[in-house]
């Protein structure tokens, strides 16, 4: 296997595998494994060609230039470069680089939303043995690790966004002795886990009647089968504890309900259960005087 070349990278994208757009398009993809990104050469890596068509009418691409014509839809990697490949239906996919470096920051093929736990792994050539581990992100220093390559970050905010990129101690049999390598940016982007969040209720509830708030959520398409837990907040107070269900019902409303009424919706992923809040919106409800009026307003999530 051909030894690192030291090289000057422009920043690494993080490329989850999604065979779906978004918008809910069909889009060509390549499926990497081992699911790191950017994948490395001595991980022995596959690609694999996700898209609409015959699965041997796929075109590959190599550092731009056509490389293969109608191949198969999957490969083993054995040089480092740049990838993609085609499908005549849905077109070329997002490129893929494969890295042969003496270090290489790491994090998991995937997309990343508000409250998850993502581990990122700083790897020297061929696994060798890597001391003294710093993690930068926008070029400050996040931890310096003596003996660890591993970073966790837990759980996932919108501004853990950014470029990141690690260094450390290898030994080198090339130059024989150790050397201070560092790895390419990677740029790390956590999507939002609830871009809309709208909390509905009755324009004007009167003393005594019941009062119905619905708590609206549009989960991200990245992720639409989340389950939901909702919380609603009168002036910044819990009611009620957590729910499963998007509403809340007052049999019968009385002065002391009056406030400023919120909602928050979180997400539980994993034995861990860790929370990622969503936005808040705001209603705002009067009893005992007659009439109450809704704000629309998008505002801040309430404390929990």
């Given at each position: 296997?051909p030894?690192?070349?030291?090289?000057?990278h422009?920043?690494?994208?993080?490329a989850g595998w999604?065979?779906?757009s978004?918008?809910?398009?069909?889009?060509t993809?390549?499926?990497?494994?081992?699911?790191w990104?950017?994948?490395?050469?001595?991980?022995?890596?596959?690609l694999?060609?996700?898209?609409s068509?015959?699965?041997g009418?796929?075109?590959?691409y190599k550092?731009?230039q056509?490389?293969?014509?109608?191949?198969?839809?999957?490969?083993?990697?054995?040089?480092?470069?740049?990838?993609?490949?085609?499908?005549?239906?849905?077109?070329?996919?997002p490129?893929?680089?494969?890295?042969?470096?003496?270090?290489?920051?790491?994090v998991?093929a995937r997309?990343l939303?508000?409250?998850?736990t993502?581990?990122?792994r700083?790897r020297s050539?061929q696994?060798?043995?890597?001391t003294?581990?710093?993690f930068?992100?926008?070029e400050?220093?996040?931890?310096?690790l003596r003996?660890?390559?591993?970073l966790?970050?837990?759980?996932l905010?919108?501004?853990?966004?950014?470029r990141?990129?690690?260094?450390?101690?290898?030994?080198?049999?090339?130059?024989?002795g150790?050397?201070?390598?560092?790895?390419?940016?990677?740029?790390?982007?956590?999507h939002?886990?609830?871009?809309?969040?709208?909390?509905?209720?009755?324009?004007?509830p009167?003393?005594?009647?019941?009062l119905?708030?619905?708590c609206?959520?549009?989960p991200?398409?990245?992720?639409?089968?989340?389950?939901l837990l909702?919380l609603?907040?009168r002036?910044?107070?819990?009611?009620?504890g957590?729910?499963?269900?998007p509403?809340l019902?007052?049999?019968?409303v009385g002065?002391s309900h009056?406030g400023?009424?919120?909602?928050?919706?979180?997400?539980e992923?994993?034995?861990c259960?860790r929370?990622?809040?969503?936005?808040a919106?705001?209603?705002?409800?009067?009893?005992?005087?007659?009439?109450?009026?809704?704000d629309s307003?998008?505002?801040s999530?309430?404390?929990?």
């Amino acid at each position: 296997m051909p030894r690192p070349r030291p090289a000057v990278h422009p920043a690494q994208a993080l490329a989850g595998w999604c065979p779906l757009s978004p918008a809910g398009a069909q889009t060509t993809q390549l499926l990497v494994q081992p699911p790191w990104t950017p994948p490395v050469l001595w991980d022995r890596v596959t690609l694999t060609c996700q898209g609409s068509g015959t699965a041997g009418a796929t075109s590959w691409y190599k550092d731009g230039q056509r490389w293969r014509l109608q191949g198969p839809d999957r490969f083993r990697v054995n040089e480092s470069g740049t990838y993609q490949c085609d499908r005549a239906s849905t077109g070329r996919s997002p490129p893929v680089r494969v890295l042969n470096d003496w270090l290489v920051l790491q994090v998991p093929a995937r997309a990343l939303l508000e409250g998850d736990t993502v581990t990122l792994r700083c790897r020297s050539w061929q696994d060798k043995p890597v001391t003294s581990v710093s993690f930068y992100r926008e070029e400050k220093q996040l931890q310096l690790l003596r003996d660890g390559t591993e970073l966790s970050l837990s759980p996932l905010r919108l501004q853990d966004s950014g470029r990141y990129r690690c260094s450390g101690w290898v030994e080198s049999e090339v130059s024989r002795g150790w050397i201070e390598p560092e790895s390419a940016p990677l740029t790390v982007t956590v999507h939002e886990l609830f871009p809309l969040l709208v909390l509905e209720g009755p324009p004007e509830p009167t003393e005594g009647s019941p009062l119905n708030l619905s708590c609206l959520s549009t989960p991200s398409p990245l992720r639409p089968r989340a389950p939901l837990l909702h919380l609603f907040y009168r002036d910044g107070r819990l009611v009620g504890g957590r729910q499963w269900s998007p509403q809340l019902l007052l049999p019968a409303v009385g002065v002391s309900h009056s406030g400023n009424y919120s909602c928050e919706v979180r997400s539980e992923r994993g034995p861990c259960g860790r929370a990622a809040p969503g936005s808040a919106s705001r209603c705002a409800v009067s009893a005992g005087m007659g009439a109450g009026s809704p704000d629309s307003r998008h505002g801040s999530p309430s404390p929990a």
